[in-house]
T-cell receptor
Framework: AQSVTQLDSQVPVFEEAPVELRCNYS??????LFWYVQYPNQGLQLLLK??????LVKGINGFEAEFNKSQTSFHLRKPSVHISDTAEYFC????????????FGKGTRLHILP | EAGVTQFPSHSVIEKGQTVTLRCDPI?????LYWYRRVMGKEIKFLLH????????ESGMPNNRFLAERTGGTYSTLKVQPAELEDSGVYFC????????????????FGPGTRLTVT
């Protein structure tokens, strides 16, 4: 069975500082990897996804993530955060194809400090 | 283009009562999904409709939950009778019918319905 682990439930970071949100997954088969974001009082929004090809994936709002197969990780990074990045971030996997239900991690709340 | 909408945004009911949640997917999307997030835990898949048919209902917790999608448009999720452990946020998502590089197109999520059972 597939699973996703987000090691940090909350991450405080000062505005304009870099941030990394960690994600590790477990699967015996190939998976597709995603990061979703939920801003306050809004639905989940896709931030970026890795399907194949280049292991460095760029997403919206200046975020990027790197797929590392040997470490089964898909950490999310941003070089300089803004107050508007305050949100909860979810790492997720799917097998794709017909069995495409999304398996989520528990989420990481990003707190931007002024 | 309107996104996925869910109604109500919040619902507070007593244990033993019935509640019906509604999801309106993006127009033209064949796939509709229900997910649930219980407090402090991860968002979990409940079920997947393709048009009006249940493709996968492996995540439905028990027979107190009934999902329907009559006519392949909007969907309802009924909880009867509600229990305390049903409290959480229920998300709906939809996606078009085609596959892209082996993955179904992006799932678009609604804002969720927060259900509180007291």
């Amino acid at each position: 069975a597939q699973s996703v682990t987000q090691l940090d439930s909350q991450v405080p970071v000062f505005e304009e500082a870099p941030v990394e949100l960690r994600c590790n997954y477990s699967s015996s088969v190939s998976v597709y990897l995603f990061w979703y974001v939920q801003y306050p009082n809004q639905g989940l929004q896709l931030l970026l996804k890795y399907l194949s090809g280049s292991t460095l994936v760029k997403g919206i709002n200046g975020f990027e993530a790197e797929f590392n197969k040997s470490q089964t990780s898909f950490h999310l990074r941003k070089p300089s955060v803004h107050i508007s990045d305050t949100a909860e971030y979810f790492c997720a996997v799917t097998l794709g194809g017909r069995d495409d239900k999304i398996i989520f991690g528990k989420g990481t709340r990003l707190h931007i400090l002024p | 283009e309107a996104g996925v909408t869910q109604f109500p945004s919040h619902s507070v009911i007593e244990k033993g009562q019935t509640v019906t949640l509604r999801c309106d997917p993006i127009s033209g999307h064949d796939n509709l999904y229900w997910y649930r997030r219980v407090m402090g835990k991860e968002i979990k898949f409940l079920l997947h409709f393709v048009k009006e048919s249940k493709q996968d209902e492996s995540g439905m917790p028990n027979n107190r939950f009934l999902a329907e999608r009559t006519g392949g448009t909007y969907s309802t999720l009924k909880v009867q009778p509600a229990e305390l452990e049903d409290s959480g946020v229920y998300f709906c998502a939809s996606s078009p019918g085609s596959l892209h590089r082996g993955v179904r197109n992006e799932q678009y999520f609604g804002p969720g319905t927060r259900l509180t059972v007291t």
